[in-house]
């Protein structure tokens, strides 16, 4: 078995950013913490939303090598095959992190803790669509599950309604339309944050993982990426963000590192471990900034060096959560939605599978 350790990274890195970002920007750790150490707060807190660039590039990337080997006969089965990927750990995530704010909120009762859930709460958690209907989520962080799955959602649809051949890559007309909304997104619709409850605000991120992916197996897809990679220069020399560059080399990286695998052994089995695990550390990790909070106020750790080291222990521990959760919860989900809903049920057509 093989791996790409350069995806791994970008996953690994950007996972524990936003961990550190939530970290510093929820209950009264943050708060300590920032008069000793206000530039690294302020750091983490302003830049660490920047790292769910790297993840969109990154899933884009792997939707397109994942698509390509598949037959798109029937899209909307391959969609509700990657419903089910995603659900089962997301809401068994939620469940837990509820039960956790339930438990603490006599202690932390702050106005960042989520709300008791409701029908309605639940009813848009279970189809992604509380960022569309502004119903208040139950984690943070939820609405990237909802992005990344409308991301999918709209780049089957279109592959299944433009592919000209059986490889995604031989599209020209997929590769132009990807290329096309990439730039559009990059170039007008990431200008205005009130879109971005649309794909089209993030599919500059996502496009340029796609292109990336599709640009190692098509000569004319690799000059399309190349074009797209200088039309991404000049929208951020006409709107600079930051996160728009990040976005642009990761998408590099991923050209450049995608054909480097490496045997899963010693550090690569430990990038392997921790990519994989890093879904599930996005799932839990809220759990424990609110057990973290609810410690801040019953010991009274009012110091930055016990703030310090209760950050570090939240950050472990998180880690450590995660992992447990990826295995524990996550892959014997996963494993049960292949033998009752997957490949028993869905690969009656080739095409409605999706790993």
């Not at 350069?6 to 996953?11: G, L």
């Not at 943070?140 to 279109?158: C, K």
């Not at 996005?282 to 009012?302: K, N, P, R, T």
């Amino acid at each position: 078995m093989r791996r790409f350790p350069v995806i791994d990274a970008i996953k690994i890195v950007s996972a524990n950013c936003i961990v550190l970002h939530h970290l510093c920007t929820y209950g009264p750790i943050p708060e300590t913490l920032a008069g000793a150490w206000p530039s690294l707060i302020e750091f983490f807190f302003q830049n660490g939303r920047m790292a769910v660039q790297p993840l969109l590039v990154v899933a884009g990337f792997l939707a397109a090598n994942s698509l390509s080997r598949k037959s798109l006969d029937a899209p909307l089965a391959v969609i509700g095959w990657r419903y089910l990927r995603l659900m089962p750990a997301f809401l068994v995530a939620l469940l837990g992190i509820s039960t956790v704010v339930w438990f603490f909120r006599p202690v932390v009762n702050a106005d960042w803790l989520p709300s008791i859930p409701t029908v309605q709460q639940v009813i848009a958690h279970v189809f992604l669509v509380q960022e569309w209907f502004e119903v208040p989520a139950l984690s943070i962080g939820v609405w990237y599950v909802a992005m990344d799955f409308q991301l999918f959602t709209v780049l089957v649809l279109l592959a299944h309604s433009l592919r000209q051949g059986p490889k995604l890559a031989g599209s020209r007309l997929l590769v132009g339309m990807v290329a096309g909304c990439c730039v559009s997104s990059m170039a007008w619709f990431n200008h205005f944050p009130e879109l971005d409850s649309l794909a089209l605000y993030f599919f500059g991120a996502y496009g340029l993982g796609v292109l990336s992916a599709l640009a190692g197996e098509d000569l004319r897809a690799r000059r399309i990426f190349g074009w797209v990679l200088v039309a991404g220069l000049l929208a951020y020399w006409d709107f600079p963000r930051d996160r728009l560059m990040l976005a642009l080399v990761t998408a590099v990286l991923l050209y450049v590192g995608a054909g480097w695998q490496v045997p899963v052994q010693g550090l690569a089995q430990v990038l392997k471990r921790l990519g994989d695990s890093a879904y599930a550390l996005f799932l839990v990790h809220f759990g424990m900034i609110v057990v973290g909070a609810a410690i801040s106020i019953e010991l009274a750790l009012d110091q930055p060096e016990q703030a310090l080291a209760l950050v570090g222990l939240l950050w472990v521990s998180s880690l450590v959560l995660g992992d447990a959760f990826h295995r524990r919860v996550e892959l014997p989900l996963q494993r049960w939605v292949r033998g009752d809903f997957g490949l028993a049920r869905a690969t009656q057509n080739p095409s409605a599978t999706i790993r």
